[in-house]
């Protein structure tokens, strides 16, 4: 099959000729029809994930078709349409045996732990516990986009944040994650303020349901005109970046009691930010990590999107191929255009 490989962290990336994967017992092997370009597929490049030993093939967000199954498999069949969350539970650990697969002490991540999805196929772990159906009104370009960052957005604003409507909302950073982040807590009425240093982000992000959107590269106090939009301070602040600053902005500009769910990677020196633990602690303040969502809990994002109430179509700002992907993963730390993007052009 051909795929995307890096032999070495930071050096380019080539399409290569590479074996087919096989199942394991308890594994499939799916063709892939649609993967997501995403920064955390950037941080691994970089060798900020300790999961990764070169050479690789990246990519984490998928969907595609069963073309084999292992022995072991019960629940999938060759030919089922699926798509599945990047964080993949065992289903024995502790962890999985109390619901939390996205914790799961064994985790399978393809394009992290195992190879990824930047290629014709991909063998996937745990089969049973981690695939998810696919409507069949759902295409492949757009189920590949909920694997990562509209499913991580969907738990950090529904599980961790539990946002209910006439609640103010703060997304920092508006891209995929952000941008997903404010289309669902639009959804549950909720009054979303967006921040980002990027117009055209910020222009998106009204579009999807932002109330009001700040450009923290022009404004001076960004946490000042949050709390000066929101009456003294949001509900629930995300941030969907992961950098010190907004990390610090996030909690800074919540009302008392307030949660912080923090989605965007902490890396490099960003691994360990300075926080305002006074006021975590007069204010009674959470702050709370959201990492992926389990598949079984996705029959609720897919319902709110089959009854027109998420329409994460609308994120997808291109497709591209193999061999542009190749290129444009690099990048991604600088990439400033509009939307996300997938890859549907594999030969």
């Given amino acids: 099959m051909q795929a995307i490989l890096y032999d070495n962290f930071r050096e380019p990336l080539r399409i290569q000729s590479v074996p087919d994967p096989s199942p394991s017992p308890q594994g499939v092997v799916l063709r892939v029809e649609a993967t997501g370009l995403c920064r955390s597929d950037w941080h ?21 078709v069963i073309v084999e199954k292992g022995a072991n498999v019960s629940r999938w069949d060759v030919g089922d349409r699926v798509t599945l969350p990047f964080v993949g539970g065992c289903g024995h650990c502790p962890e999985c045996l109390s619901g939390n697969h996205q914790v799961c002490d064994n985790q399978f991540q393809p394009g992290f732990t195992h190879w990824g999805a930047f290629a014709q196929f991909v063998a996937i772990e745990y089969a049973d516990i981690n695939l998810v159906r696919l409507p069949e009104t759902l295409d492949f370009v757009t189920a590949a986009s909920l694997g990562c960052r509209f499913s991580t957005a969907f738990r950090a604003i529904v599980a961790q944040g ?26 549950l009425g909720a009054n979303v303020i967006a921040i980002d240093i990027n117009p055209e982000q910020l222009k998106l992000a009204t579009a999807l349901g932002a109330m009001a959107t700040i450009n923290a590269r022009e404004i001076d106090k960004p946490v000042e005109a949050i709390k000066q939009l929101s009456d003294g301070g949001v509900q629930v602040s995300i941030d969907a970046l992961g950098s010190q ?21 902490m890396v490099g020196d960003h691994r ?5 633990m006074d006021k975590v602690v007069a204010n009674e303040l959470e702050i709370l990590g959201s990492h992926g969502m389990q598949a079984y809990e996705y029959p609720r994002m897919l319902e709110m999107i089959n009854k027109g109430l998420l329409k994460p179509d609308k994120l997808i700002g291109r497709t591209i191929g193999l061999e542009e992907a190749a290129t444009a993963l690099p990048k991604m730390n600088t990439y400033q255009g509009a939307g996300v993007t997938i890859i549907d052009q594999f030969e």
């Fill in 44 to 64: 691994g490049w970089m060798g900020h994930d300790p999961d990764i030993t070169p050479p690789h093939v990246p990519g984490h967000e998928l969907a595609g």
């Fill in 162 to 187: 539990k946002v209910s409507g006439g609640e103010y909302v703060a997304v920092h950073g508006c891209g995929g994650i952000g941008l997903s982040a404010i289309m669902i807590a639009h959804a």
């Fill in 245 to 265: 600053e907004t990390c610090f902005n996030s909690i800074s500009n919540l009302r008392k009691r307030g949660k912080h769910v923090q989605v965007g990677l």
């Fill in 272 to 276: 360990h930010p300075a926080i305002p």
